[in-house]
């Protein structure tokens, strides 16, 4: 699945362009649009995992925002930040930026806690 804060229009342009739009069924992609709050609300990545079917516990959210890695991990999921992964395309100033979210992060504990109904 697919949880996006992205407008479909754009998302499903990105997808077409690099190869990717038959990764994932169209009804398996859940824009914000879609469900009552944005990030960092869990809803869009609870929304996600029902879809497919799979509890969010078991399941892994990519994410390069700050308020996407505090949605996933609010749902429950395993939240693992992009940015740091190699050959991300990071510029400098924004590598300074995260590394200070980073360190101010008080809402990431060792565990995730229990996923939150939307």
């Known amino acids: 699945a697919i949880a996006t804060s992205g407008r479909k229009d754009i998302v499903q ?3 077409l362009a ?3 739009n038959d990764l994932v069924r169209p009804q398996d992609i859940v824009y914000a649009a879609e ?6 609300s869990p809803d869009v990545f609870l929304e996600a995992a029902r ?3 799979v ?3 078991f399941c892994r959210a990519y994410e390069d925002a700050e308020m996407g890695l505090r949605a996933a991990y609010a749902a429950g999921m395993e ?4 940015t740091y992964m190699d050959g991300y395309p990071c510029p400098e100033a924004l590598r300074r ?3 200070k979210d980073s360190q101010a992060r008080n809402w990431c504990e060792s565990s995730p806690p229990a996923p939150v109904n939307p």
């Open 51 to 53: 879809r497919i079917g």
């Open 35 to 40: 469900v009552p709050r944005g990030k960092p």
């Open 18 to 20: 690099a190869g990717l």
């Open 13 to 15: 342009e990105h997808l």
């Open 97 to 99: 930026a995260k590394a």
């Open 79 to 82: 939240a693992i930040d992009v």
């Open 55 to 57: 509890e969010p516990q």
